[in-house]
């Protein structure tokens, strides 16, 4: 495998509560992620799978263990790092068109580069010509394709998705997925997805991580042998899908069921 661009290396995270209470959310996880590798990380509910996407992304210091990317410690936010959050609607501010949204990411750039950057990454996400369009004269599908594409105008190494597609329906779900699979194909990023939902996981990854109950570590992986390109109508109705999907699932299974056991 080439050398990571992101690497976990034995994190661990414990959140402080309001009440003086102290949960150990993770621990001692260890990942790597190739370039151009996509890594789904799936698990109960509970597990701290957003956190430690927070850790990863520089949005929050593990209390042990260290993250690096490109081979040097991550201790902040930095370039070269995209966040897709779930929660598009939050994400976008209302007040500005989408196409000063999506130019937000990129404001670092020539007022020239911005436009020609902001207009491909609209292209990108299939929203060319929406530019001076609001949030709220889209669809809650187009949103989250604008958020997508604040996230890749600024040409991350590393895309984060912190379960993108949650707020949509089953329909407008599916057709997302296939946006990031074609973007994904037709890009140099390299993508760590966090979602409930293990279909997905299977469908759109290279390698999927199972987190334990809380405090969760990496309990299993499973490596995705579908062929790419991947499409909704031919991909999960492979035998070899069913057969991924039941594994995954299965695990998962397990670390619910021992969730239910501590009492969590």
Request: net charge neutral.
């Amino acid at each position: 495998m080439p050398e990571a661009v992101l690497q976990m290396s034995h994190v661990g995270v414990t959140l402080s509560g309001q009440d003086g209470s102290v949960v150990e959310v993770s621990r001692d996880v260890s990942l790597a992620l190739a370039p151009r590798e996509f890594v789904s990380i799936v698990g109960p509910s509970g597990a701290g799978k957003t956190t430690l996407l927070r850790a990863a992304s520089g949005l929050r210091r593990p209390t042990t263990g260290e993250v690096s990317f490109d081979g040097e410690p991550l201790t902040d936010v930095r370039a070269g790092i995209s966040v897709v959050f779930q929660e598009y609607n939050k994400s976008l501010f209302p007040w500005m068109s989408i196409g000063k949204n999506v130019a937000m990411a990129a404001r670092h750039l020539p007022a020239a580069e911005r436009a020609s950057r902001v207009a491909d990454a609209l292209r990108l996400v299939a929203l060319e010509g929406m530019g001076s369009r609001y949030p709220w004269e889209l669809s809650g599908g187009m949103q989250q394709r604008a958020a997508l594409a604040r996230a890749l105008v600024s040409g991350p190494r590393v895309l984060m998705l912190d379960e993108p597609f949650a707020s949509v329906d089953a329909l407008t779900r599916g057709l997302l997925e296939d946006v990031v699979a074609d973007l994904w194909e037709r890009s140099s990023f390299a993508a760590l997805l966090v979602t409930h939902d293990v279909g997905e996981a299977v469908y759109l990854s290279d390698r999927v991580l199972v987190l334990s109950a809380r405090p969760s570590r990496i309990m299993a992986e499973v490596t995705i042998d579908l062929p790419r390109p991947r499409r909704q109508t031919h991909t999960r109705r492979l035998q070899r899908f069913v057969e991924l999907e039941a594994e995954v699932l299965e695990f998962v299974y397990k670390a619910g069921r021992g969730s239910a056991g501590q009492g969590s």
